[in-house]
């Protein structure tokens, strides 16, 4: 759902600017010294990028989920390191509060997190429960007004950044797998919080992903989302299916990008006497990628208008994260294969989006793990009938 065309339309205009007069030139320089610049993340910040999906109530824009998807398409016509800057708050990092968070907690943490004042982050992952989110073992144990929390969380994106990690961590002993798990918010500053150094990554430099190990931290009772015990596992579910879908957005703005990276080289590179575009199997990549391109979006913005509905789109977020990460892997595979020999080169963007693109398949999900999900939904409606 577009509220407002026209204001919407200015927000578009406004990133699409910032991108090719901003973002773009200073990609190179972002990869090279894995640091987005300062005066960049100011100008993101002026322009509410950080506050994109909070709710007009507490600072951000409350962007629904068509209007986020198509924001995100734009954004990605950069490096998608800029938009994991953002991510994290629109976000897994920010989006558990607003969806589960008490009045109180609203307050307290989400006009931060809009204005880019705050850096959210959300910590699932550990060494020993990835795909297996629910076995996570970091426990969290109550001690009269306080959880006392030991364990450690890996990969979490913009950790070395985080001002507040929505962290899911078992409050049931008893329990080994989704249940027993609650959801916290846990101030970066709380004593015995400690980040480690960031990950040396294949691709996505400007981005940083870190450990986080907790010992014996102690984060107020008041600090569980919603309130409530046991309620984790569900809320992290609820987050993922939104974020998702905007992973599946992230992945059709990058592939766009290649393509038209695709489409200026071909043009401007001779072989045989002519452009190489002229050439049927250059086209034939061209053609193939804008069909699935096109195919990725539409998916998308069906999930998303579904979504702002009120439907539960679980099964589609998995449907569109699935297909377009996928998508965007082999668009950029035709992207190197039509630059040839300069596409395995660094001074061409295609090297490194073909680099930064290969996350998408993992993170959020794998490939594998959205194939579950779609299959379980399926088989489960498939009952019903
Ligand atoms: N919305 C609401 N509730 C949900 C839900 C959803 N989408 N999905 C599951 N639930 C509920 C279920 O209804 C169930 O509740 P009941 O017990 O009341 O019936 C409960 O949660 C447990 O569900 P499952 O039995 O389906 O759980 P499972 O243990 O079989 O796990 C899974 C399912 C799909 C494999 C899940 O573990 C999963 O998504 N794994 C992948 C984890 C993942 O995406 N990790 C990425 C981390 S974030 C990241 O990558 C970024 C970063 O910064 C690090």
């Not at 991108?19 to 894995?34: F, G, M, Q």
């Not at 297996?132 to 913009?158: C, E, M, P, S, W």
């Not at 990725?296 to 994260?321: P, Q, Y």
């Amino acid at each position: 759902m577009i509220r407002d065309p026209e204001s919407f339309n200015a927000l578009i205009d406004a990133i699409t600017k910032l991108v090719r007069e901003k973002l773009i030139p200073c990609e190179a320089e972002v990869a090279k010294t894995d640091e987005i610049p300062q005066n960049i993340q100011i100008l993101m910040k002026q322009m509410g990028l950080f506050g994109l999906t909070i709710p007009e109530a507490y600072g951000g824009l409350g962007l629904t989920t068509e209007e986020e998807a198509l924001t995100s398409m734009a954004l990605c016509g950069a490096s998608p390191v800029f938009r994991s800057l953002t991510g994290t708050n629109n976000g897994i990092g920010g989006m558990g509060i607003v969806m589960d968070g008490t009045e109180e907690q609203k307050q307290k943490y989400l006009p931060k997190l809009a204005s880019g004042e705050f850096i959210g982050a959300f910590a699932l992952t550990e060494p020993g429960s990835g795909s297996d989110a629910g076995a996570l073992t970091t426990r969290a144990r109550k001690q009269g007004d306080f959880y006392v929390i030991n364990g450690t969380k890996r990969y979490i994106t913009n950790a070395p950044e985080a001002d507040i990690f929505t962290l899911m961590a078992r409050t049931d002993v008893n329990t080994h797998d989704a249940r027993g798990v609650s959801a916290f918010i846990v101030e970066r500053n709380s004593p015995g919080l400690s980040v480690g150094k960031p990950d040396l990554k294949m691709g996505q430099r400007g981005a940083h992903t870190a450990d986080v190990i907790f010992e014996d931290v102690k984060v107020p009772v008041s600090n569980v989302i919603g309130g409530v015990e046991g309620m984790g596992f569900k809320t992290a579910m609820k987050v993922l299916d939104r974020a998702r879908l905007n992973i599946a957005s992230v992945c059709v703005g990058v592939a766009q990008r290649l393509l038209n990276e695709s489409l200026l080289y071909a043009r401007q590179r001779k072989q045989f006497g002519q452009a190489i575009n002229s050439f049927q199997l250059i086209q034939a990549m061209l053609a193939d990628s804008k069909t699935e391109i096109y195919a990725a979006r539409s998916m998308v913005l069906d999930a998303a208008r579904l979504r702002d509905e009120g439907k539960n789109i679980t099964m589609e977020a998995s449907c569109c994260k699935l297909y377009a990460s996928e998508m965007v892997g082999r668009v950029a595979d035709r992207a190197v294969q039509i630059h040839g020999g300069a596409g395995y080169m660094q001074e061409y963007a295609v090297e490194r989006l073909y680099r930064d693109v290969r996350l998408f398949r993992i993170y959020e999900g794998t490939s594998q793990i959205q194939q579950l999900v779609i299959a379980k939904h399926l088989i489960r409606e498939n009952k019903t009938v």
